[in-house]
Every structure is written in C-alpha cells, then in structure tokens.
C-alpha cells in the first residue's frame, strides 16, 4: 500500500486534476488517505454538472468499502481529504461540496488555494465551524500552476480563453493563394470542433468570415450538428457578407444578425460580450468560456494583450513555403520579447498525435507558484 505526505497526496490530486479539460470550471483533484497516509481514492472534476472532486473521491472510497473489508473498518473521522480547490459552499448543478464532506464524516482536510469566487468560496470557514480541522491556503505549488489562469480570468471577470491555430510545419495557416481548407487532418478538426461544443462563444475576424466562410458550428464525430452550439462573434471592421454562412447558425434565431463587433481591440470584443444577453449555452448566465480561431492578426493582438488563457496548436506534418504565417502583428523585434508558453499537461498533453497531425498544449509561460 503506499502511504502518502500531505505534499505527495496533493501532488497526486494535481496529477488526477490534469486528466481534465480546461474551461469555465477550473481543474480541482482530491486524495482521500488514511491515518497512516495511506492512499484510500482518488478524485477530480469531469466537467459542469459532474461530481465535484471531492465528492469524486468519497463515491469511490464508498464503493470501495462496499467491497473490501479492510477499507470499511477505516474510520472516516481519522481520515484526510487532500483539495487542491478550496471546496465549495453552494448548490449549482450539484450539492455543495462541503455537504458531501461532512456527511462522510471526514474528520480533515487539506486545501491548497482559495476559491476566488463569490458564490463557490467559504467552503473551509464552513467545514472548520462544523468541527472539522481544516489547514489551507497552503500554497502548494502545483496547485497554484493548476488554475493561474483560470482564476486570473475570474479576477478580471471576463471568460476562460482558449485559443486554436491550425498550421503547417513552416508556421504556414494558408497558402501563398489564400487556400487553407484543410491543411490539417479530420482527427484535428474532429478534436478541435469537441472544443467548439465546450465553449460559450467562437471569436473570428472579418478577414476569416471572408477568406474561409466559416459556419462556426460545433459538429459530432458523425458530422451532425451538436445538440449545444457556441455562440458566433465577429470581429473588425468590414461587412459581413450578406450570404455568409454564420448567418444561418443555429444559435441565432431568425432573422438575428451575429454579433459583429466593430473593433481590432479584444477588451473592447469582451466589453460587447458581456453585454450580449445571450442565450448563452450549457445553461450558463454568461459566456465563462470564449474560443478565438483566428485569423492571424486576431490571435496576435489577444495573444498580445496576455488574454489567452490555454493555446491548442494542431500542426500537419506540411511545408506551405511562402505561405501565410499563422500568426501576424506580435511586435517581437528581438529573442527577449519573445512572447513565451509552457507545456500544458491537461488533456492528455502536452503533445499527442491526431491522426498524421500533432495536437500541442501550451498555457502562457508563469512561474509555477506565483500569483
């Protein structure tokens, strides 16, 4: 049996976390030990109106003592329950974390960074009132790593955003021609429309919605439209084609025009979202979830203005040549403004292939630990 430190349990809930996507919901694991630390089950968040982390990992120890004996004799009064998330202390889509901890008997908890929220967070003032001995913030580093930039965007009060660039080996997005459809293979684009139906709302520029006529539309792996659509956004200063087949998205009702926002700045983009009144999909009150695919200037300027969040590269194994750079506009004039990422190791990254193409992850290059 291995038996675990606070440090190495909440290395191991990080670990468990990371199997997740990122999004509106932030990455959060949970280790469950015994007394003597040693390792009982292992939780993490899968997603809006899955199981909370910790109430992850008490079901599995639940269905764990349901089965072996030894399990069932631990007492859960001497148990600790290792978050790398301050729990929760509402009800959304589930019960409040600190009700599933209580009601198991968990006699303590380990956390390791504040929930920032104003309706998620007091979970430990909570637990610590009903009679449990709960330590945190503790800091731990991986923890902090983990949601950075999930709770920056909360700080801000603006969406999570996730951005895509599909190139060629040569940093090509078309080519020399203009022609771009498609340099990647169906695995990455099959991947990247499963990001489309987790998004609240998909950015493009004008200079896309003319080269590419993209619908913008989250599709299944059949093709078929997905039950939930992003909301489409348009950015810059040229007209929408009148026949443009964003037009005819299904998360527009008939008649209504996209939200065009007439501007190359994205805090002004973010400004018009907020307003937007929606509907918003997944049930949300609001777009917590924005998607930019380009085109290259567009990524640029809100790579430029440190607004994305978590980048998705899908790169073909192809030479375009004089192609068209599938970033353009960062004002790098030397090696030490260099705009740096780091490998991201959610979602099965940080590199895996998609079919002949490489799928990478990377978030904005940070410390890991600071704030």
Not at 122 to 144: C, E, F, K, M
Not at 158 to 164: E, I, L, N, S, Y
């Amino acid at each position: 049996m291995e038996h675990l430190t606070d440090e190495a349990a909440m290395d191991l809930a990080v670990a468990a976390a990371l199997e997740g996507v990122r999004g509106a919901n932030p990455l959060v694991g949970a280790v469950l030990t015994a007394p003597d630390g040693q390792l009982l089950a292992v939780g993490r968040h899968r997603g809006a109106g899955t199981l909370h982390a910790e109430a992850d990992a008490l079901a599995a120890w639940a269905a764990l003592r349901e089965t072996d004996p030894q399990a069932a004799a631990v007492d859960p009064a001497a148990c600790t329950l290792h978050v790398t998330l301050e729990p929760c202390d509402h009800t959304g889509r589930t019960g409040p974390c600190t009700g599933a901890v209580r009601a198991a008997g968990i006699g303590r908890l380990v956390y390791a960074v504040a929930d920032p929220t104003g309706t998620s967070g007091g979970g430990a003032q909570t637990l610590r009132a009903a009679g449990l001995d709960v330590s945190g913030p503790t800091g731990h580093a991986g923890s902090l790593a983990l949601t950075d930039r999930w709770r920056r965007a909360r700080a801000a009060g603006r969406p999570f955003v996730t951005a895509h660039l599909a190139q060629s080996l040569d940093g090509c997005a078309a080519a020399a021609d203009g022609t771009s459809q498609w340099i990647t293979s169906p695995a990455s684009r099959a991947h990247a429309h499963a990001v489309r139906g987790r998004v609240d709302a998909i950015v493009v520029g004008t200079g896309t919605v003319l080269a590419d006529d993209p619908r913008l539309t989250a599709r299944d792996d059949d093709g078929s439209l997905a039950s939930v659509q992003p909301v489409p956004v348009v950015m810059g200063h040229r007209r929408i084609p009148a026949g443009a087949a964003l037009r005819g998205h299904p998360a527009l009702a008939a008649g209504e025009e996209p939200l065009h926002v007439r501007s190359h700045d994205p805090a002004e983009v973010l400004a018009a979202i907020a307003a937007h009144p929606g509907p918003w999909p997944h049930g949300r009150g609001g777009c917590e979830h924005l998607l930019i695919e380009g085109g290259p200037t567009v990524l640029a300027a809100w790579i430029a203005a440190d607004l994305v969040d978590e980048l998705h590269v899908y790169t073909a194994p192809t030479f375009l040549g004089a192609g068209l750079p599938a970033v353009s506009g960062l004002a790098v004039d030397t090696l030490a403004h260099a705009v740096r990422w780091t490998p991201d190791s959610a979602e099965g990254g940080p590199v895996r292939p998609l079919g002949p193409d490489t799928w990478t992850h990377l978030r904005p290059a940070t410390a890991a630990g600071k704030e």
